[in-house]
Protein backbone atom coordinates (compact mmCIF):
# COMPACT_ATOMS: atom_id res chain seq x y z
CA UNK A 1 0.00 0.00 0.00
CA UNK A 2 1.31 3.87 -0.57
CA UNK A 3 2.52 4.94 2.61
CA UNK A 4 4.28 8.28 3.83
CA UNK A 5 6.87 8.54 6.93
CA UNK A 6 7.56 10.95 8.78
CA UNK A 7 9.73 9.32 11.21
CA UNK A 8 9.55 12.30 13.82
CA UNK A 9 6.59 13.96 15.51
CA UNK A 10 8.77 16.55 17.15
CA UNK A 11 12.24 18.17 16.20
CA UNK A 12 13.48 21.33 18.28
CA UNK A 13 16.57 22.58 16.77
CA UNK A 14 18.43 25.99 17.75
CA UNK A 15 17.73 29.06 16.21
CA UNK A 16 20.66 29.34 13.44
CA UNK A 17 21.61 25.83 13.51
CA UNK A 18 21.05 23.69 10.33
CA UNK A 19 17.90 21.25 9.84
CA UNK A 20 16.94 18.23 8.35
CA UNK A 21 13.36 16.95 8.22
CA UNK A 22 12.84 12.91 7.04
CA UNK A 23 10.30 11.71 4.57
CA UNK A 24 10.52 8.41 3.17
CA UNK A 25 7.63 6.71 1.16
CA UNK A 26 6.25 3.86 -0.21
CA UNK A 27 5.05 3.95 -3.65
CA UNK A 28 4.92 2.07 -6.75
CA UNK A 29 4.70 4.67 -9.72
CA UNK A 30 7.34 7.28 -10.53
CA UNK A 31 6.13 9.89 -7.41
CA UNK A 32 5.57 13.02 -7.72
CA UNK A 33 6.50 14.65 -3.92
CA UNK A 34 5.76 17.86 -2.05
CA UNK A 35 6.76 19.77 1.26
CA UNK A 36 3.98 21.70 2.84
CA UNK A 37 4.30 23.72 5.87
CA UNK A 38 1.74 24.77 8.20
CA UNK A 39 2.04 28.00 10.63
CA UNK A 40 -0.53 27.62 14.07
CA UNK A 41 -3.76 28.15 13.06
CA UNK A 42 -3.57 28.26 9.43
CA UNK A 43 -3.69 26.06 6.18
CA UNK A 44 -0.71 24.83 4.53
CA UNK A 45 1.69 26.30 2.14
CA UNK A 46 3.51 24.42 -0.46
CA UNK A 47 7.17 24.53 0.28
CA UNK A 48 8.57 22.92 -3.02
CA UNK A 49 8.05 20.09 -4.90
CA UNK A 50 9.99 17.45 -7.40
CA UNK A 51 8.80 16.01 -10.67
CA UNK A 52 11.24 14.72 -12.46
CA UNK A 53 14.66 15.82 -13.48
CA UNK A 54 17.29 17.35 -10.93
CA UNK A 55 17.12 15.76 -7.47
CA UNK A 56 17.63 18.64 -5.58
CA UNK A 57 14.68 21.21 -5.11
CA UNK A 58 14.84 24.57 -4.47
CA UNK A 59 11.66 26.30 -2.53
CA UNK A 60 10.94 29.13 -0.63
CA UNK A 61 11.87 30.57 2.42
CA UNK A 62 15.34 28.78 1.88
CA UNK A 63 14.50 25.40 1.87
CA UNK A 64 15.89 22.78 -0.45
CA UNK A 65 15.10 19.07 -0.89
CA UNK A 66 16.99 15.96 -2.15
CA UNK A 67 15.57 12.84 -4.07
CA UNK A 68 16.72 9.80 -3.62
CA UNK A 69 15.28 7.40 -5.62
CA UNK A 70 17.50 3.92 -4.11
CA UNK A 71 16.32 5.28 -0.44
CA UNK A 72 12.76 6.21 -0.96
CA UNK A 73 13.39 9.78 0.52
CA UNK A 74 12.65 13.10 0.06
CA UNK A 75 14.18 14.84 3.20
CA UNK A 76 13.85 18.72 3.98
CA UNK A 77 16.82 20.83 4.64
CA UNK A 78 17.60 24.07 5.47
CA UNK A 79 20.94 25.61 6.43
CA UNK A 80 19.96 28.19 9.18
CA UNK A 81 16.46 28.19 10.78
CA UNK A 82 15.19 31.56 11.83
CA UNK A 83 12.24 31.54 14.56
CA UNK A 84 9.82 32.05 12.13
CA UNK A 85 9.99 28.81 10.88
CA UNK A 86 8.35 27.20 13.45
CA UNK A 87 5.71 25.04 12.26
CA UNK A 88 4.26 21.74 11.48
CA UNK A 89 6.04 20.49 8.25
CA UNK A 90 3.72 17.60 6.06
CA UNK A 91 5.20 15.58 3.42
CA UNK A 92 2.97 14.44 0.55
CA UNK A 93 2.63 12.11 -2.65
CA UNK A 94 1.03 11.90 -5.16
CA UNK A 95 1.06 10.33 -8.78
CA UNK A 96 -0.25 12.01 -12.43
CA UNK A 97 -2.72 9.83 -13.05
CA UNK A 98 -4.94 10.91 -10.01
CA UNK A 99 -5.75 13.87 -7.66
CA UNK A 100 -5.56 12.11 -4.54
CA UNK A 101 -2.22 12.85 -2.30
CA UNK A 102 -0.74 10.47 0.45
CA UNK A 103 0.12 12.85 3.57
CA UNK A 104 2.68 11.91 5.81
CA UNK A 105 1.73 12.70 9.81
CA UNK A 106 3.97 15.76 10.31
CA UNK A 107 6.56 16.92 11.84
CA UNK A 108 6.79 19.67 14.13
CA UNK A 109 9.63 22.10 14.43
CA UNK A 110 10.07 23.50 17.77
CA UNK A 111 12.89 26.72 17.63
CA UNK A 112 15.08 27.34 20.51
CA UNK A 113 16.16 31.05 20.92
CA UNK B 1 -6.89 38.27 -3.19
CA UNK B 2 -9.25 35.99 -0.66
CA UNK B 3 -7.99 32.90 -2.07
CA UNK B 4 -9.80 29.99 -0.20
CA UNK B 5 -12.51 30.74 2.60
CA UNK B 6 -13.94 28.75 4.86
CA UNK B 7 -16.60 29.17 7.40
CA UNK B 8 -17.23 28.95 10.34
CA UNK B 9 -13.86 29.10 11.97
CA UNK B 10 -15.35 27.17 15.01
CA UNK B 11 -18.58 24.55 15.49
CA UNK B 12 -19.47 22.88 18.48
CA UNK B 13 -22.51 20.26 17.58
CA UNK B 14 -24.23 18.07 19.57
CA UNK B 15 -24.62 14.02 18.54
CA UNK B 16 -27.05 13.82 15.45
CA UNK B 17 -27.26 17.02 14.22
CA UNK B 18 -26.56 18.30 10.61
CA UNK B 19 -24.74 21.15 9.47
CA UNK B 20 -22.99 22.53 6.23
CA UNK B 21 -19.10 23.61 6.10
CA UNK B 22 -18.65 26.49 3.50
CA UNK B 23 -15.67 26.87 1.05
CA UNK B 24 -15.46 29.13 -1.99
CA UNK B 25 -12.54 29.91 -3.61
CA UNK B 26 -11.88 33.09 -5.81
CA UNK B 27 -9.54 31.77 -8.14
CA UNK B 28 -11.36 29.84 -10.90
CA UNK B 29 -9.73 26.85 -9.59
CA UNK B 30 -11.22 23.71 -11.12
CA UNK B 31 -10.30 21.14 -8.44
CA UNK B 32 -11.55 21.68 -4.74
CA UNK B 33 -11.18 19.17 -2.48
CA UNK B 34 -11.95 18.66 1.30
CA UNK B 35 -9.75 16.83 3.95
CA UNK B 36 -9.87 16.11 8.05
CA UNK B 37 -6.71 16.67 10.15
CA UNK B 38 -6.35 14.68 12.93
CA UNK B 39 -3.37 14.78 15.26
CA UNK B 40 -0.88 12.32 14.48
CA UNK B 41 -2.58 11.36 11.19
CA UNK B 42 -1.99 13.57 8.42
CA UNK B 43 -4.33 15.05 6.16
CA UNK B 44 -7.01 12.71 4.86
CA UNK B 45 -9.05 13.10 1.68
CA UNK B 46 -12.83 13.38 2.30
CA UNK B 47 -14.25 14.08 -1.53
CA UNK B 48 -12.98 15.94 -4.44
CA UNK B 49 -14.53 17.68 -7.25
CA UNK B 50 -12.83 18.62 -10.97
CA UNK B 51 -15.05 20.83 -11.95
CA UNK B 52 -19.01 21.63 -11.62
CA UNK B 53 -20.99 19.23 -11.48
CA UNK B 54 -18.03 16.30 -11.02
CA UNK B 55 -17.82 15.29 -7.13
CA UNK B 56 -15.79 12.07 -5.95
CA UNK B 57 -14.81 10.11 -2.55
CA UNK B 58 -11.60 10.34 -1.13
CA UNK B 59 -10.49 8.23 1.36
CA UNK B 60 -12.43 8.73 4.29
CA UNK B 61 -15.80 9.71 2.75
CA UNK B 62 -18.43 8.11 4.80
CA UNK B 63 -20.83 10.75 7.05
CA UNK B 64 -20.17 13.42 4.48
CA UNK B 65 -21.82 14.71 1.20
CA UNK B 66 -20.70 17.28 -1.31
CA UNK B 67 -21.85 18.93 -3.91
CA UNK B 68 -20.71 21.59 -6.48
CA UNK B 69 -22.95 23.35 -8.17
CA UNK B 70 -20.49 26.52 -8.93
CA UNK B 71 -16.83 26.79 -9.50
CA UNK B 72 -16.52 29.16 -6.56
CA UNK B 73 -18.17 26.73 -3.83
CA UNK B 74 -17.59 23.43 -2.36
CA UNK B 75 -19.67 22.83 0.50
CA UNK B 76 -19.62 20.07 2.87
CA UNK B 77 -22.18 18.60 4.76
CA UNK B 78 -22.53 16.17 7.94
CA UNK B 79 -25.29 14.46 7.74
CA UNK B 80 -25.54 12.91 11.23
CA UNK B 81 -23.09 14.61 13.45
CA UNK B 82 -20.70 11.78 15.23
CA UNK B 83 -18.30 12.15 18.09
CA UNK B 84 -15.87 10.60 15.79
CA UNK B 85 -16.32 13.70 13.51
CA UNK B 86 -14.30 15.72 15.89
CA UNK B 87 -11.50 17.41 13.99
CA UNK B 88 -10.16 20.16 11.82
CA UNK B 89 -10.87 20.47 8.44
CA UNK B 90 -9.68 21.97 5.65
CA UNK B 91 -11.11 22.81 2.57
CA UNK B 92 -8.25 23.13 -0.61
CA UNK B 93 -8.17 24.30 -4.16
CA UNK B 94 -6.26 23.98 -7.46
CA UNK B 95 -5.91 23.89 -11.44
CA UNK B 96 -6.74 21.24 -12.87
CA UNK B 97 -4.01 21.71 -15.21
CA UNK B 98 -0.63 19.28 -14.09
CA UNK B 99 -3.29 16.98 -11.90
CA UNK B 100 -1.85 16.21 -8.68
CA UNK B 101 1.45 18.46 -9.21
CA UNK B 102 -0.63 21.88 -9.30
CA UNK B 103 -0.19 22.96 -6.40
CA UNK B 104 -2.82 23.05 -3.74
CA UNK B 105 -4.23 25.98 -1.83
CA UNK B 106 -5.88 26.00 1.44
CA UNK B 107 -8.54 27.90 3.64
CA UNK B 108 -7.56 27.98 7.19
CA UNK B 109 -9.67 25.46 8.51
CA UNK B 110 -12.71 24.86 10.41
CA UNK B 111 -12.34 23.24 13.73
CA UNK B 112 -15.58 20.75 14.59
CA UNK B 113 -16.11 19.19 17.81
CA UNK B 114 -19.14 16.81 18.41
CA UNK B 115 -20.42 16.09 21.85
Known amino acids: AQSVTQPDIHITVSEGASLELRCNYS??????LFWYVQSPGQGLQLLLK????DTLVQGIKGFEAEFKRSQSSFNLRKPSVHWSDAAEYFC???????????WGAGTKLIIKP | NAGVTQTPKFQVLKTGQSMTLQCAQD?????MSWYRQDPGMGLRLIHY???????DQGEVPNGYNVSRSTTEDFPLRLLSAAPSQTSVYFC??????????????FGNGTRLTVT
Open chain 1, 92 to 102: AVGEASNYQLI
Open chain 2, 92 to 105: ASSYITGGVGSPLH
Open chain 2, 49 to 55: SVGAGIT
Open chain 1, 50 to 53: YFSG
Open chain 2, 27 to 31: MNHEY
Open chain 1, 27 to 32: YGATPY
